[in-house]
């Protein structure tokens, strides 16, 4: 029978069995729309990225034979959302069976449900073979549980999937966790290999997204982009990854510096979440590698990657399958600001978050504790809506999918889902980014003062944060030391930290 098969934009697993099956009368569908590019305002680089990602997937699978329909965005016939188009091929192609892949975010996967109930024609949905768990997986784990703290569950899935054990029983190296060797700060060495970068020359397509109008921000070098957008390059940072960065990876994970926007991070988060990569091969990859340069690479650098991987991402997508669609307007603090102009333009004085914004818009990227404690930080010091918060790092970042964003910043990062992700605020004062970078040595503020015109804004910001949230923490054990700090701060000395933290919050631009 006829049948049209439909692949989305993150939908890219080029090893689907779908791929393996006999392909007569089957044709794949990729569409690009305005239904996916106008929902948020994206990073350019991100809409280029995806789009290329799409093309040179079709490119793969003509290759080998298949039929594949794409809709170019400026394509005549492209209705620009996806019942529009599908419905239009349906009856175009005169197709008896409509089939697709799990989406993985709610907004699709509701979209696909309501379209399906309308048609008069067969339907199936199939497992995108992607994750190691499935949408229901860590929901059935936790079961019962009062907290759903991520450790367990890794653990879990390190004893599920036989990943760094001993007999299928313990952990390798003696420990579950390896976090406390991971805490270094970097002065410039150990070197970071110069990375080869792809280069690519995107500027047709750069046209037709600027045809299209779509509106976008950031910034992008067309002649030379950077990110991997085929299997090939995948696999290439991946094997560049481990034969360069892994050897530090966990020692610097938490490391902050104006100079170096990746430090030794994978950016392979684009290639996971387009599924161009496979989270099983990549955690295969680096301890295949670690295994055989175990002189060289320790198993604390391994852990450490592992577990972003096999723990955090999965656990992220059973919390957003758990947790939505309620999720998606949690706002337990209760914050109510407007998100800073300067997140658009990183013209701010405050060093660490200039450097930060201005890396996420040249690069579509920044790395974890950039966007957990600076960007992140910053927002819920300042009391910011997590609407506003969640909008921005939907939209700059490369890898931003809903899933593993919402999850992310509402959750882990501002603390909205009241406890969920996160057993404490990510909060800090100036002290931590002076411990963890040099921003601090370049800035226009002093980190060592509290109060008065050139102190750190975070140092105020943080201690108004937890007077402000008083009441909500009061319970919380591991804030019972921040908040007896607090309390015993002389009455004259919180005013003036209130003051001036409110002067930051009600004119932030200023700062
Ligand atoms: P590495 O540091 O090299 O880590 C390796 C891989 O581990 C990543 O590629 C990623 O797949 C996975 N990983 C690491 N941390 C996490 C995490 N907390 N949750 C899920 N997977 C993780 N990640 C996204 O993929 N998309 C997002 O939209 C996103 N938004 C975020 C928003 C905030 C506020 C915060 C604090 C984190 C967010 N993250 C997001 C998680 C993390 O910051 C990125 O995955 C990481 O920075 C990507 O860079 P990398 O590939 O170099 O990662
Ligand atoms: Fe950021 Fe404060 Fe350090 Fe400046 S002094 S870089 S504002 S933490």
Redesign the pocket.
């Known amino acids: 029978i006829k049948t049209l098969r439909l692949i989305l934009g993150d939908q890219l697993n080029h090893q689907h069995s779908w791929f393996k099956e006999e392909q007569e009368n089957i044709r794949y569908v990729f569409m690009e729309m305005r239904q996916e590019t106008d929902y948020v305002v994206h990073h350019i680089q991100k809409v280029i990225g995806f789009f290329s990602a799409m093309r040179n997937f079709t490119e793969y699978l003509r290759e080998r034979g298949h039929a594949v329909i794409y809709l170019k965005i400026n394509d005549k016939k492209n209705k620009q959302t996806l019942p529009k188009n599908l419905k239009q091929l349906i009856s175009e192609y005169e197709i008896e069976k409509f089939e697709y892949q799990l989406p993985d975010e709610y907004r699709l996967d509701g979209q696909l449900k309501d379209f399906c109930s309308d048609l008069t024609i067969e339907t199936e949905a199939y497992d995108t073979e992607h994750f190691l768990t499935s949408r229901e997986d860590l929901a059935n784990f936790y079961k019962g549980k009062k907290e759903m703290t991520m450790e367990y569950f890794y653990r879990d899935m390190r004893k599920k999937y036989d990943v760094l054990m001993v007999n299928s029983k313990d952990p390798e190296g003696g420990k579950w966790n390896f976090d406390k060797s991971n805490r270094k700060k970097w002065y410039g060495k150990p070197e970071i290999p110069h990375e080869r970068g792809f280069r690519k020359d995107v500027s047709a397509l750069l046209q037709e997204v600027e045809k299209a109008g779509i509106k976008t921000f950031g910034n992008i070098d067309a002649e030379k982009f950077n990110w991997p957008t085929s299997r090939e390059d995948s696999l290439s940072v991946l094997n560049s990854f481990c034969k360069n960065l892994l050897v530090h990876?966990g020692d610097f994970?938490d490391a902050l510096h104006t100079e170096q926007a990746?430090l030794f991070?994978?950016?392979?988060?684009f290639a996971?979440?387009t599924k161009m990569l496979h989270p099983k091969e990549v955690i295969e990859s680096v301890i295949c590698y670690w295994r055989e340069n175990k002189d060289e690479v320790d198993i604390s650098q391994v852990e450490g990657?592992v577990r972003?991987?096999l723990g955090?991402?999965e656990y992220?997508r059973g919390i957003y399958w758990k947790e939505m669609p309620g999720y998606r307007r949690s706002n337990k603090l209760d914050n109510q600001n407007k998100l800073p102009d300067f997140y658009w333009t990183a013209n701010t004085k405050m060093n660490c978050l200039k450097h930060s914004i201005r890396q996420s818009l040249d690069n579509a990227?920044?790395?974890?504790i950039q966007?957990?404690m600076i960007t992140?930080n910053y927002a819920l010091l300042t009391q910011t809506h997590p609407d506003e918060v969640d909008a921005w790092?939907?939209g700059i970042?490369i890898?931003?999918?809903q899933w593993?964003?919402i999850t992310?910043?509402r959750g882990?990062?501002q603390f909205a889902d009241g406890g969920i992700v996160a057993t404490k605020p990510y909060v800090s004062s100036g002290s931590y980014i002076n411990k963890m970078s040099n921003y601090c040595k370049e800035c226009h503020y002093d980190v060592k003062q509290k109060t008065g015109e050139n102190s750190c804004p975070f140092n105020s910001l943080y201690w108004n944060f937890l007077d402000d949230k008083r009441e909500f923490f009061k319970d919380n054990r591991r804030m019972a030391m921040m908040l007896n700090m607090l309390d015993k701060k002389p009455e004259d000395e919180l005013f003036r930290i209130k003051e001036r933290a409110n002067a930051i919050i009600q004119n932030p631009e200023k700062f």
């Open positions: 990876f994970q990746y991070h994978s950016r392979l988060s996971l979440n990657f972003q991987i955090w991402r992220m990227y920044a790395h974890h966007r957990l992140g790092y939907l970042y890898d931003a999918i593993v964003e992310n910043t882990m990062s």
